[in-house]
C-alpha cells in the first residue's frame, strides 16, 4: 500500500454526522487539534526520557552532542514523513470535515428514526 | 487519578497483533489517561453543572423536575461544560480509532499474511459473499469506528477487527484483561460458579466481531462445539485466527446475518449468547433475532446476553449520561435498546417471560496489572462490570 493511501485511511471519517458541541465550528475544530497536539506532546516527552535514561545508562553521548545534532540526508528524508504523518494526525478533524463536505451522512437522529419499527 | 494505570503494554500480544512503536504505545496510553481524566474529573463537573444551575432554572420554569432523561438532554444542550465534555469525549474516540488504523494499516502485509497462515485450511471459518450487511449496521459507523467491523480496504483485509483489538484498551482502561475478552471470561466464571453442572454440547455466539466473547467461552467448555456468527468478513477472519493463535480449535466462525438463521436446525444448541450486541440492533432485528434464539436453542438450555445496565429505574440524570453514546457516540439504537422492556420483549419472541433473569457480570481480569474498577470514576457506557439478563427455555 502507497504511503499516500495508508495516510488517507488512517483518517478516514466514521459514517455518521457529526454532532457539533461547541460554539461554532472553528473552535470545535481548535479543540480537536489541541487535542492531538496534546498527545503528541507526551508522546515526544516520553521518547526524549526514554532517550536520556537510555543514554545516561550506556555512557554513550553527552548532552552538548544531542544539542547540536545534524540529521543526514536519509534522517532528514524519513523525518519528513514522520512530520506528514503527524499532522495527518493532528489536523484529522480538517480531513474528516473535508470528507463530510463532500458526502451527506444521515444523522444519527435521522437513523434512529428509520430504526422504529 | 489516585493510583498509576495499567500500561497498553500490559496487553497479551498474541500472534496477529501489529508491530506498536514506543510512541505509539505513549499514544495510546496517553489516550487511556485523558478518557480516564475525563470519566474521574471533568464528567463531575457536568453533574454539578446540572444539579447546581440547569435543575433548578428547569424547576424555576417548569415547577417541577425533569420527568426524563429526554427532558434533561434538552435542559442541558447549552450548558458550555457539557459541550466541552461531550466534544473532548467525543475527540478520545475519533483520536482512538485514527490511531489504531495508523498502527495496523502500517504493518497490513504482515497482520494478513500472518491471518492467511493461521486460518490455513480455512476449516474454522466460512464465510458467504451473499450476506448484506443490514442497514441498522451500515447507516452510520458504530461506536466512531470508521468502516465498522465489515468494510475491507484490499484482498484479505483485516484492518478494521485488527484495530478494534489493539484499541479497545483504550476505552476500558484495561479493565477487560490481558485479552480484552473480560466479558466472555467473567461469563464462563459465572457459569462455573451459579450453575456448574451446565455443560453445553453446542454454543451459539451472536456478533461475534472478533471472537472476544467466543474464545473463552470455547475455552471454559473445551469439548463444546461453538459456532461464532457475525455478517462482518474482516472481522470473522480476524477472529478465526486468533482463535487459532490461542490455540482454541473448537469455534467455527460463519457468516451468517443473525435475523436469517435458516441453516440452524431447531433445538440445535444448548447455550446462545450475545456480548454488546443488541445495542446494535433496531426494533425489528430484536424481535426476529431473539425469536430465532428461541427456535434453535432446545429445550432446557440458556440464552444469555452482556450488555450495560438497562435505564429502569435509574435516576433521569444517570440515565442521560447513559444514553450520550445514543447521539454521540454513533449508537443510534443504543437508548432504545436499555430502555426496552426486557420481560414484555422475551415474551413476545415466545419465551416465557417471567422465567427471564437479570445479574451482573464482573469483567475477569488480573487485578495485579489491571487493577479494579473505580466505583467513584465509573466511564458510564464503558464499565467492566456487565448486566448479564437471560432466560431457561
Known amino acids: ?117 | 487519578m489516585a493510583k498509576a494505570l495499567p500500561s497498553w503494554s500490559a496487553l497479551e500480544k498474541h500472534e496477529l497483533f501489529p508491530q506498536v512503536k514506543s510512541d505509539d504505545v505513549s499514544r495510546l496510553n496517553f489516550l487511556t489517561h485523558l478518557n480516564m481524566h475525563l470519566a474521574g474529573n471533568v464528567l463531575p463537573g457536568v453533574k454539578i453543572a446540572y444539579e447546581n444551575k440547569v435543575l433548578p432554572e428547569f424547576i424555576n420554569e417548569h415547577g417541577r423536575e425533569p420527568s426524563d432523561r429526554h427532558e434533561v438532554r434538552v435542559a442541558m444542550d447549552d450548558n458550555s461544560y457539557l459541550q466541552m465534555w461531550s466534544a473532548m469525549r467525543r475527540n478520545t474516540m475519533e483520536m482512538r480509532h485514527q490511531l489504531g488504523r495508523s498502527i495496523v494499516l502500517n504493518d497490513s502485509k504482515n497482520i494478513t499474511q500472518k491471518v492467511k497462515g493461521l486460518i490455513g485450511d480455512g476449516r474454522n471459518i466460512k464465510l458467504d459473499d451473499d450476506i448484506a450487511v443490514p442497514y441498522n449496521v451500515s447507516a452510520v459507523d458504530v461506536h466512531c469506528q470508521p468502516g465498522c467491523y465489515y468494510t475491507e480496504y484490499f484482498n484479505d483485509d483485516v484492518t478494521v477487527a485488527s484495530s478494534y483489538d489493539i484499541g479497545i484498551f483504550v476505552t476500558t482502561a484495561g479493565l477487560l484483561g490481558g485479552l480484552s475478552d473480560g466479558g466472555g471470561q467473567g461469563l464462563g466464571t459465572w457459569l462455573a460458579k451459579e450453575h456448574p453442572t451446565f455443560k453445553p454440547k453446542r454454543i451459539l455466539d451472536i456478533g461475534c466481531t472478533i471472537g472476544h466473547n467466543a474464545v473463552p467461552l470455547a475455552q471454559a467448555f473445551p469439548d463444546a462445539e461453538v459456532i461464532a456468527i457475525d455478517v462482518a468478513k474482516p472481522s470473522l477472519r480476524y477472529a478465526a485466527a486468533r482463535a487459532k493463535a490461542l490455540g482454541v480449535h473448537n469455534i467455527t466462525f460463519m457468516q451468517v446475518d443473525a435475523e436469517n438463521m435458516a441453516g440452524f436446525a431447531d433445538e440445535s444448541f444448548d447455550l446462545v449468547t450475545t456480548a454488546m450486541f443488541w445495542h446494535e440492533a433496531c426494533d425489528r432485528s430484536m424481535m426476529s433475532i431473539l425469536t430465532g434464539i428461541n427456535r434453535v436453542l432446545k429445550t432446557g438450555g440458556l440464552t444469555i446476553s452482556l450488555e450495560q445496565p438497562q435505564y429502569t429505574d435509574k435516576p433521569v440524570y444517570e440515565q442521560f449520561i447513559r444514553d450520550w453514546d445514543t447521539l454521540n457516540n454513533n449508537e443510534p439504537y443504543w437508548g432504545r435498546m436499555h430502555e426496552r422492556d426486557l420481560v414484555q420483549w422475551h415474551t413476545d419472541c415466545g419465551f416465557d417471560g417471567s422465567k427471564m433473569f437479570e445479574t451482573g457480570v464482573v469483567s475477569k481480569v488480573d487485578e495485579n496489572i489491571f487493577g479494579k474498577a473505580d466505583s467513584n470514576s465509573e466511564d458510564f457506557g464503558r464499565a467492566p462490570v456487565w448486566n448479564a439478563f437471560g432466560i431457561w427455555k
Open chain 1, 1 to 117: 500500500m502507497e504511503f499516500a493511501e495508508k495516510l488517507a485511511l488512517a483518517n478516514t471519517k466514521a459514517k455518521g454526522k457529526r454532532p457539533e458541541y461547541l460554539l461554532d465550528k472553528q473552535t470545535e475544530q481548535t479543540l480537536s487539534i489541541t487535542m492531538a497536539l496534546a498527545m503528541e506532546l507526551h508522546a515526544a516527552n516520553e521518547r526524549v526520557a526514554s532517550l536520556e535514561c537510555l543514554l545516561e545508562q550506556k555512557g554513550i553521548i553527552t548532552r552538548d552532542e544531542l544539542n547540536n545534532f545534524q540529521p543526514d540526508s536519509e534522517e532528514t528524508a524519513k523525518r519528513s514523513l514522520d512530520t506528514q504523518v503527524y499532522l495527518n494526525r493532528i489536523l484529522r478533524v480538517l480531513d474528516q470535515e473535508k470528507q463530510a463536505m463532500a458526502t451527506n451522512d444521515e444523522s444519527v437522529s435521522e437513523v434512529l428514526e428509520k430504526l422504529k419499527d
